[in-house]
């Protein structure tokens, strides 16, 4: 299986809710269709609005990834 | 020669600062506050205004009224900070030198960011924004009415809530509420960006009948076909559309390099000091800091921005720490309000809503000219919730 690169890495940890959300909100009003952004957030309120928020909003959330004090999201715009 | 500090910005932050730091250092210290308007606004008073509740006059006050005798103003819009040099340039020409330079520059909104925003909604962000709804509100006679932030963040995070809860309130003492669908539009997950404050208040919008779309960020709005549609994908239609316009960083701050990429400044959460700048403080909605941009949270913060540059010009260790600490009233309509009291370390556990801290909003809309900008509020009035509050 071929590897998803990311294209863009947004450091949201220490950010308190809803700040990794926006974060990602942000880059994703910028950015391109097919752009791979990843969010670190220290936030436990992320574990369940970035995953509700993506598929609200209909992209695809590759992968997430618990690391030591902080989860990764990876999320594709898809439209 | 006395030291020099220039303060940006006449409003609760850069006023309050400027008037602490003369009490403290008098002729030792040369205080200048550099405001382009020279008129001090009571931001708090224009939800009031578009409701109808409050005429403009006692929104606005000449910012010299304000200031201790030995504090000077220019009213004057600073254009650029050499942060090196230790100036600020302002726009009709010359420079202030600065030992010590304090940020209470606010946030600037920028509606043209979102198309179709001027055209086709309102807002209560500005007294003239306010003035026009309340106009509109006037020959309002039913229909759909949307409200919701336009970005995120915004200034005083209640304000969209309030206004949602008051307008059904307005609606139903003009008899039209029955003729009328209210819907509040939340970019995030529930009504509120604090989640024992959502908690609160989305049951008293059930009960009031008042719709919730949640994760609806709006992208565009087209006046001719009367809808909005989100970031999301979603279009919903409005016979009047009130959105907090987006907002951004002063320009001088942008312009000279200061800030991160919304124009906001980047603030040590405690020391209140430009984190890559030690002569430089910010407070207030100019900071990066995750707090309400409001009011209340430069009042908290300028007695320690005044300290610390107090003691850092008496050549002693400053002290003084900010913990984060705010306090906001919510009107939640029919004459009652809720209290949101926290800190960095304590979310707010929020009142039931009741007439009283319906009438202590009232009161400190009253008694702000004559309290908060001299100091005479001390910023330790009332605990959190010492109930909740953790062991030292």
Not at chain 2, 119 to 125: M, R
């Amino acid at each position: 299986m071929t590897e998803i690169a990311t294209d863009q890495v947004i450091d949201a940890r220490g950010m308190a809710c809803p700040g990794p959300l926006m974060s990602l909100i942000g880059a994703i009003r910028q950015s391109q269709v097919g752009t791979v952004i990843e969010v670190w957030s220290s936030d436990q309120g992320s574990a369940t609005d970035i995953p509700a928020w993506v598929a609200k909003a209909h992209h695809d959330l590759i992968e997430v990834v618990e690391e030591d004090g902080f989860t990764r999201f990876r999320v594709r715009k898809a439209r | 020669m006395p030291a020099q500090v220039v303060v940006l910005g006449g409003g609760v932050g850069g006023t309050l600062t400027a008037n602490l730091l003369a009490r403290q250092l008098g002729r030792n210290l040369h205080v200048t506050v550099v405001d382009p308007t020279g008129m001090h606004v009571y931001q708090p008073g224009f939800l009031y205004a578009a409701l109808g509740k409050a005429n403009g006059r006692w929104l606005a006050r000449d910012e010299r009224t304000l200031l201790h005798r030995q504090v000077d103003l220019a009213v004057e819009a600073a254009t650029r900070i050499d942060p090196d040099k230790g100036t600020v340039q302002l726009a009709h020409g010359g420079s202030l030198p600065f030992d010590y330079l304090v940020l209470a520059t606010g946030a600037r909104l920028i509606p043209d960011e979102i198309p179709g925003l001027v055209a086709g909604a309102h807002e209560f962000y500005s007294l003239q924004g306010a003035l026009r709804l309340r106009e509109a509100l006037r020959g309002f006679r039913g229909g759909r009415v949307l409200v919701g932030v336009a970005g995120i963040p915004y200034k005083c995070p209640p304000a969209p809530v309030e206004f949602t809860l008051m307008v059904d309130q307005y609606l139903r003492r003009r008899g039209l509420r029955d003729k009328s669908q209210v819907t509040l539009l939340s970019p995030l997950s529930r009504a509120f960006t604090i989640e024992s404050a959502s908690k609160l208040i989305q049951p008293i919008l059930t009960k009031r009948g008042i719709g919730l779309e949640t994760f609806f960020n709006v992208e565009e709005v087209d006046p001719s076909a009367g809808t909005v549609r989100s970031l999301e994908g979603e279009a919903a239609a409005y016979d009047l559309l009130v959105l907090v316009p987006p907002h951004r960083g002063q320009a001088v701050i942008e312009t000279s390099r200061l800030g991160d990429a919304g124009g906001w400044v980047p603030t040590d959460r405690h020391t209140l000091a430009h984190r890559d700048h030690e002569r430089i403080f910010a407070l207030g909605d100019a900071t990066d800091l995750p707090l309400s941009k409001s009011g209340s949270t430069a009042h908290f913060e300028a007695p320690v921005v005044a300290s610390r540059i107090a003691s850092l010009l008496r050549g002693t260790a400053p002290k003084a720490n900010y913990g984060g600490r705010v306090m906001c009233f919510l009107e939640t309509g029919d004459g009652r309000a809720t209290a949101l009291r926290f800190d960095y370390e304590h979310p707010p556990v929020p009142p039931t809503p009741s007439r009283f801290w319906h009438a202590a909003k009232w009161a400190f809309n009253r008694l702000y000219w004559d309290t908060v900008p001299q100091g005479r509020i001390p910023e330790r009035d009332l605990p959190v919730h010492d109930a909740k509050r953790r062991p030292a």
